[in-house]
């Protein structure tokens, strides 16, 4: 007997009952199998739960162990949910399917509109034009916070999608990383899976915890250098807001704040509101990867407007900042949106061979 129901015309992933969809593969908590993959998911839930829906009070860490804060956690959850709660949290159980619809009934925003330009001039699957007046600082800043912000639910969605590595989710993939038909591997793909929930951590516990968390990372720099539209240290949300990265670049010592990424005077100038999210995107990858100098950080070795964005070797590719941005970005807008973009024209016909992301979903054909 299958105790699985499938469905071709599925509305919301979260509520889904497709097995290749289920968040956890084995029970989490008292008495559970506590695989490491599951209890980091079921953390990462809780932490995006807000604490007066039932969510921590503290964020847990997303470790993958089942410790003593993360039991409390679970308790606390099932103590606003359940009328008998029982510690643990099953495959198919309720508790799963609180915390999942819980996350989807508060996703407010449609899928293909990030940010506060992003809406409402952007409708789903198509690029819009820049606003006509300038962004000034602030309103750049409100614009970074609020595209992270609404990158919420597609993120967490993403992670199931390279934590089940289907076939589909695994073809798509080789869209922005395989090169000569080198295809992208299972543990290539948990390490993207590593950089999507880091940036989900970080914009997670903005949603749960109110604008404090973003408001820590993202802020305006007036004085960046000319042409940067964004900037950020990487590795940076390994150190707190009062730490500082101190490194050498073009002969000149510069001291830069942890924890933080600036947007430039030029952010307001991009040709689309798709092109900010992107760069925000883009920062994010740089700011959760390993620290400078470990020779594993997410580095620009290519950007999407030079020409050998997509001939550069398939290691370069999964250490690129543009091309982990730009998949990330392709799974939240859908990829009608993206190969509109100016920066992508050119490689329209690549982006389209691939499997394509419709409604939040990975489809081929
Ligand atoms: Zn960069």
Known sequence: ?????????????????????????????????????????????????????????????????????????????????????DGRIDPHGPTIKALTTLICDSASVPPGRLGLDGRPGQAAGSPSTAPKTPQTGAQMVAEGKQILKDLERSLMSLRFKLLHQTPTTMAWLNKH????????????????????????????????????????????????????????????????????????EKGVNIKAPGHTVFLGPIFTNQPAPIEKQWTVIHEMCHFVGPRDGTGLEIDDNAYAFEPHFLSIGKWFKLHNAESIALMILEFAVGTAAIVGTPRLAKFKSHFDTFPKVVGGQIVTG
């Open 177 to 248: 990383f395989e090169t000569a038909k080198v295809k992208v591997t299972p543990g290539e793909a948990s390490k993207l899976l590593g950089i999507v929930s880091a940036i989900h951590f970080q914009v997670s516990r903005a949603n749960a915890f109110g604008a404090q968390g973003i408001d820590s990372i993202i802020m305006f720099d007036p004085k960046a250098d000319a042409g940067v539209i964004a900037w950020t240290v990487r590795g940076g949300d390994k150190l707190s807001t009062k730490q500082f990265q101190i490194y050498v």
């Open 1 to 85: 007997m299958s105790l699985v129901a499938h469905s071709s015309h599925r509305k919301c992933f979260f509520c889904s009952n497709d097995a290749t969809d289920k968040p956890i593969v084995g029970s989490v908590g008292k008495g559970g199998t506590n695989k490491k993959a599951d209890v980091q998911l079921v953390q990462a839930f809780l932490n995006s739960t807000p604490p007066e829906e039932g969510g921590p009070a503290v964020l847990l860490a997303e470790d993958g162990l089942i410790g003593p804060k993360t039991q409390a956690a679970i308790d606390k959850f099932q103590a606003k949910v359940l009328s008998r709660p």
